[in-house]
C-alpha cells in the first residue's frame, strides 16, 4: 500500500485505521508506504504516532508533488502487488476481502480502479465534483457494477489513483512511460496519463465492491483553488489525446470566448443565461444519479467553477506551449492546438449574438 500525503494532519490517521482495518478483516498481511511530500503541518507528528500501532514505512521528500510522492513509495514497496490510496480515502471494510477475492478467482482481473463515493452531503464543494463527474462518467454511475474498460472508452469511466491497485511491475513500467507536456511535474495530470498508459495494455476493472469514501476540501477557498488547478491538469491529461474529452475543453474555450463577447454587450442577458445553464446543470446531473445534494452544489457553484477552471486551462494551455518551444520543434499536438484554438475563435463572433 502506497499513500502520498502533503499536509493532511486531519485524515492521514483516519485513512491508515480504516486500510488497516479492511486488511485485517480481508486476513491480509500488508506493507504500508507512506510518503511525506513536504509537509508543513503535524503530519510527521502523526506518523510518528500512527508508527507505534502499525508497521509503517514513512519515507520524507522535499515538496515534489503526488506524482514523485508515488513513484518515491512504489520504489519502496515489495509486494507483488501494490494499492495505490490518498490520503483522504477511507476504504470501505470489505473493499481489500472483495479484491482478495477477485484476484485468487480472476486472476485476469489484474487492474482495479476503486468505486469512489464523495462525502458530499454536509459539504457542497465536495459536492459539486462528485456531481459534476455523474455527467461525464454517467455510463457507470447510473449502474454501478462490475465491469472494465480498455483504451477504446477510456474517457466514458471514472478513473484515478484515489484507490487503484495493479501489479508493481505495470504501475513501475507506467511511471518508466510517464511524461507531461507541462515541465514542472508537479503540475502534471499524474493519475489520468498513467492510466491510460496501463488501459492499452490492460483493461481497468471496476466494481461498488472495492470501494471507498472519499472527503474533498471543505472550503471556498480552497474549492477555488482545486478549480484553477484542475484546469491546469486537464490540459495535460487530454490535449495530445483525440476524443470527447479533448473535444470538451476545447468546446469549452469557445463557449468561454463567445460569452465574453456577448456579455460586453448585454451583461444582464449573459448573468441570467449563466444562471439558467447553472440550474440546467443541477438537473441534468439529477437526472444521471447524483443526490439533491449534488445537483444542488453543481447549480450554486457552477460559476465560480467555470471561471477557474478556465483560467487553469488558459494556464495549461500556456505551459504546454512553453515547455514545447523550450524543447524544440514544435510538434503534432501544437499543430492540434493552433488548428483547434483557431477553430475557437472563428467560432466566437457566430456565437455572440444569438447565445452567450
Known amino acids: 500500500m502506497v499513500i502520498p500525503v502533503c499536509n493532511e494532519q486531519n485524515w492521514i490517521d483516519r485513512c ?5 482495518a479492511s486488511a485485517r478483516a480481508a486476513d491480509w498481511p500488508i506493507e504500508l508506504v507512506v510518503v511525506d511530500d513536504g509537509s508543513t503541518d503535524a503530519t510527521p507528528e502523526k506518523l510518528a504516532t500512527l508508527g507505534k500501532r502499525y508497521d ?8 515534489a508533488g503526488r506524482f514523485a510522492a508515488r513513484a518515491a513509495g512504489l520504489a519502496k514497496a515489495s509486494g507483488e502487488w501494490v494499492l495505490l490510496l490518498d490520503s483522504r480515502v477511507i476504504v470501505d471494510i470489505g473493499s481489500l476481502s472483495f479484491l482478495q477475492e477477485q484476484l485468487k478467482e480472476s486472476p485476469d482481473r489484474m487492474v482495479w480502479n476503486g468505486h469512489i463515493a464523495v ?11 462528485a456531481g459534476l463527474v455523474k455527467i461525464g462518467w454517467r455510463r457507470y454511475f447510473s449502474d454501478p457494477r462490475l465491469t472494465s474498460f480498455g483504451i477504446d472508452d477510456f474517457d466514458s469511466y471514472p478513473k484515478g489513483t484515489t ?7 505495470l504501475l513501475e513500467a507506467s511511471v518508466a512511460a510517464f511524461s507531461s507536456l507541462f515541465e514542472d511535474t508537479r503540475l502534471s ?12 495494455r490492460r483493461r481497468i476493472n471496476l466494481s461498488p465492491e472495492f470501494s471507498a469514501t472519499y472527503h474533498g476540501r471543505d472550503s471556498l477557498k480552497k474549492f477555488a483553488a482545486q478549480s484553477f488547478f484542475r484546469g491546469t491538469t486537464y490540459v495535460d491529461s487530454y490535449l495530445a ?7 470538451a475543453m476545447f468546446g469549452a474555450l469557445a463557449v468561454g470566448v463567445a460569452g465574453l463577447g456577448f456579455a460586453a454587450k448585454r451583461p444582464k442577458t449573459t448573468v441570467a443565461a449563466g444562471v439558467a445553464g447553472a440550474v440546467a446543470a443541477g438537473a441534468v446531473v439529477k437526472r444521471c444519479g447524483g443526490t439533491t445534494a449534488e445537483a444542488r452544489a453543481v447549480t450554486t457553484l457552477l460559476p465560480l467553477f467555470a471561471t477557474g477552471f478556465a483560467a487553469g486551462l ?34 466566437a463572433p457566430r456565437e455572440r449574438e444569438p447565445h452567450p
Open 16 to 20: 491508515v485505521d480504516a486500510l488497516s
Open 56 to 63: 509503517i514505512a514513512v519515507l520524507s521528500q522535499a515538496n
Open 119 to 129: 462525502a458530499s452531503e454536509h459539504n457542497p464543494y465536495a459536492g459539486f465534483m
Open 163 to 169: 484507490l487503484f491497485c495493479a501489479p508493481k511491475e
Open 189 to 200: 495530470s499524474d493519475d489520468t496519463r498513467m492510466l491510460r498508459w496501463i488501459a492499452e
Open 241 to 247: 489525446s483525440p476524443g470527447p474529452a479533448r473535444n
Open 314 to 347: 488558459l494556464r495549461g494551455l500556456f505551459l504546454a506551449l512553453r515547455a514545447r518551444s523550450r524543447r524544440g520543434p514544435l510538434g503534432a499536438t501544437l499543430v492540434a492546438l493552433n488548428a483547434n484554438a483557431a477553430a475557437a475563435i472563428r467560432m
